[in-house]
């Protein structure tokens, strides 16, 4: 048995010492020397599966900021203006609640995901991952080769050939990672005004181009240098699972039981008679691994559960004739136990807080309304008395939060014989606010109080009440027998 093999702990397929991985980062020497890695191009079912994913996700990122509903885009966040659209609704600060509600739900699903599927996530939506693998990795590849070729390239002298192929390579990093930036942005303010800031140059928005050199320049250092370190030492994400995930928890898992004890490969051998295992040792899960892990060890800090290792362990299972799966999505309990995977209470306690947020949100957005008012006295301002009537002046703030054009009308709903001055036909742009004044009058018999409750209707063209405002309304004081 090897000295890998006896790190082992039969019963758990754990390692027994820590000194081999636990008490550092895959990427890192003993030193504390970064330890550069060269993943093998993979290969193989899951790997498709990914290219598949990524194209799609790829294809939302990059055309998302182009297309719009009603007019309005499907997805911008301007924090700095305030403007905010979601499926081409506007959103307000009148509505971050609803946006924090939506928040909260979002972490509750990925606690739920990161419960049933562990790092799922990070091997096949995470833009770090989609951005590292399936763009600037596969540049490299075209550009230095594959594995041994990378190593070689980077042992050797700054020669010519290493010279052009590195310039070029950093040369195309910087290019997409100025794309990636740009695209970035138009989530924020728009593509047209993206545009509009490139046409006008750097010295009409100097603001604009420092920022945007800046997160360029941070792209194109995560991509270029950094690259699995994001995963490793700055994520929260990873740290986070490992409170969420437990033994029945699906992850990328090497069955021991049957790998175990591994050796080298002899055609022809029986190796269970042999008392040796399905694992042939042949490293080739290790030198796909993109942050450069060997899973053998068990489940890892480091692992994101991107399959590079099933699809490698497969295909040398096929060719030596032994059974797929020796590497695959399982539970541990699976792995240990035998038992299959089975939704947990805890699972089903997170998917009921999460349809409970997911429903009230929904009835948020149904309530939500298509017009917000308000009706403010002016700071200073009275009620004024003529002839039998008692007249007081708002201020209003009409919030056109729907996707067309409105004219609206204001009306008093209570108390009754309420009139209004300069309330008719106020038309209200989409994604507008419409201000002005109106004054308010009742009967003197109607008024009972120096401060009286009253409530304001908002009709669109089709006399459909569409919002409601209370407020007060202002008299004069009278004693009550």
Not at 14 to 25: H, I, L, M
Not at 98 to 122: D, E, K, P, Q, Y
Not at 433 to 444: H, L, N, Q, R, T
Request: hydrophobic fraction near 40%.
């Amino acid at each position: 048995m090897s000295d890998n093999d006896n790190n082992y702990r039969g019963g758990q397929g754990q390692v027994v010492n820590p000194e081999t991985f636990r008490d550092s980062v895959g990427t890192m020497d003993q030193s504390g020397k970064r330890k550069w890695v060269y993943p093998r191009k993979p290969k193989g079912r899951y790997t498709d599966y990914r290219y598949l994913v990524t194209l799609i996700l790829l294809t939302i990122y990059f055309g998302l900021p182009f297309l719009k509903i009603n007019g309005n885009p499907i997805l911008l966040l301007n924090v700095l203006d305030r403007e905010f659209f979601i499926m081409g609704q506007p959103f307000y600060l009148q509505d971050f609640f609803i946006l924090a509600l939506g928040a909260i739900a979002s972490i509750v699903f990925i606690i739920l995901f990161t419960v049933v599927f562990g790092r799922i996530f990070c091997g096949w939506i995470c833009p770090q991952t989609i951005f590292m693998e399936m763009i600037f990795r596969k540049i490299e590849y075209a550009i230095e080769g594959d594995r041994n070729k990378q190593i070689r390239l980077d042992n050797q002298p700054w020669n010519t050939e290493k010279i052009w192929k590195r310039s070029l390579k950093w040369f195309i990093y910087a290019v997409i990672s100025i794309i990636i930036t740009h695209i970035m942005f138009m989530y924020i303010v728009g593509y047209e005004r993206v545009f509009e800031i490139m046409q006008e140059g750097p010295f009409e928005h100097p603001t604009n181009f420092l920022v945007m050199i800046l997160f360029t320049a941070a792209f194109y250092f995560v991509f270029a240098w950094f690259r699995e370190q994001v995963c490793t030492l700055v994520c929260p994400y990873g740290r986070l699972q490992g409170v969420l995930i437990d033994k029945q928890t699906i992850n990328v898992f090497y069955d021991f039981k049957r790998g175990e004890n591994r050796s080298k490969w002899r055609k022809g051998e029986d190796r269970r008679a042999a008392g040796k295992g399905d694992c042939i040792d042949c490293n080739q899960c290790v030198v796909v691994c993109p942050t450069g892990i060997d899973i053998r060890n068990g489940q890892q800090l480091e692992c994101v559960n991107c399959t590079a290792c099933i699809d490698a362990c497969d295909e040398v299972m096929v060719k030596v004739g032994l059974p797929k799966g020796l590497i695959r999505y399982a539970t541990e309990d699976e792995i240990e136990k035998e038992i299959p995977f089975k939704f947990t209470n805890k699972m089903k306690a997170y998917s009921a807080v999460l349809i409970l947020l997911i429903g009230f949100l929904g009835f948020l957005l149904y309530n939500r309304g298509a017009m917000e008012a308000k009706f403010i006295k002016p700071a200073g301002t009275t009620y004024l008395v003529r002839d039998g009537q008692i007249s007081n002046t708002y201020n209003y703030t009409l919030l056109n939060k729907g996707t067309t054009k409105k004219t609206v009308t204001i009306k008093v709903l209570e108390p009754a014989h309420g009139e209004i001055r300069g309330g008719s036909n106020i038309v209200v742009e989409k994604d507008k606010m419409a201000k002005g004044s109106v004054a308010i009058s009742f009967p003197e018999k109607e008024i009972n109080k120096a401060k009286q409750n009253i409530k304001i209707g908002i009709y669109d063209e089709k006399g459909e009440l569409i919002d409601e405002y209370e407020t007060y309304f202002e008299g004069p004081f009278k004693l009550q027998f």
